[in-house]
């Protein structure tokens, strides 16, 4: 990308979109950060495929995801809504 | 159901909704962090207990912002307790992380493609056991669990740019690992 009409442009750069890649992909940029990154990654190859690999990555781990174990959740659930209700359950010392 | 004792009952209404409206909504949340940080479903199970009752014991001095992570620093700080009373270590041990395989939408996809998606998945979980442990217990939180980075950092009792480094760093290897992985070539060619 040249150099002047980025800078003309107020267009990010390589380097800077590198910089915040993670943070565009975990959604924790800032909301006017956002449609630049976008941009750079719609106009340059590279940084286009780095954040197409990362989003793979990061797919692949989220795929790693498991439901809680039902019966666990069940027994937890009930012992937070016993506390919810009326205090701490008989023989767990406050 | 659980007996409750009636001298133990708190009175205050101010806390029952408290603890209604800002825990129960995350209870998901913390057994799926607490089996990332115990490594198994039965210590997991303890851990998100001991939590809720140190959470209701001390949902009348919570101001009502950010109860995840609030809830995850109280998470932390039982499990320290609970290292400390018994010996294992913070995180789950490096050579059992991540030990499911991938479930991938089989329906949704061709044969080969859930093939590849396999191979793909394989590859990346072999990366991320083989990197150093503070990055992938900042990715195991992020990624897996579904944290923000203020949620994670309150986990791991760090500032949010160290998650943020160790995110980057630890993604950067993982990344670098799976360009030279014969496997990965095969499934992304």
């Known amino acids: 990308m040249n150099f002047l009409s980025r800078i003309f442009r107020r267009e990010m750069s390589c380097e800077q979109v590198g910089a915040v890649l993670q943070q565009y992909l975990d959604d924790e940029l800032e909301a006017d950060q956002v449609p630049k990154v976008l941009k750079h990654l719609e106009a340059c190859k590279d940084c286009g495929l780095e954040a197409t690999m990362y989003t793979r990555i990061k797919d692949s781990l989220v795929s790693h995801q498991q439901a809680p174990d039902a019966e666990s959740m069940q027994r937890i659930r009930a012992i937070a809504q016993d506390l919810a209700a009326a205090g701490l359950p008989e023989g767990i010392d406050g | 159901m659980i007996d409750v004792s ?21 209870l998901d949340v913390l057994m799926r962090v607490a089996r990332s940080i115990t490594g198994n479903s039965t210590d997991a199970d303890d851990l998100v207990q001991d939590t809720l009752l140190r959470a209701y014991r001390a949902i009348d001095r919570f101001d009502g912002r950010y109860p995840r992570a609030w809830l995850l620093t109280i998470m932390r700080n039982a499990q320290i307790n609970r290292v400390r009373r018994k010996r294992p270590e913070l995180m789950r041990d490096p050579d059992t992380t991540l030990a499911v395989v991938a479930n991938t939408d089989s329906d949704a996809k061709t044969p080969e493609a859930t093939v590849l998606d396999k191979t793909f998945d394989a590859a990346v979980e072999r990366s991320l056991a083989a990197i150093p442990e503070q990055f992938r217990e900042a990715i195991h939180l992020v990624d897996i669990d579904g944290l923000s980075y203020n949620e994670a950092a309150a986990v791991l009792d760090v500032p949010v740019g160290t998650i943020m480094s160790r995110l980057h760093r630890g993604r950067k290897l993982i990344r670098n690992d799976l360009t030279m992985d014969p496997e990965y070539d095969r499934a992304s060619s």
């Open chain 2, 6 to 26: 009636s001298s133990r009952r708190k009175e205050s209404k101010g806390d029952e909704d408290g603890f209604t409206r800002y825990v129960m909504p995350e």
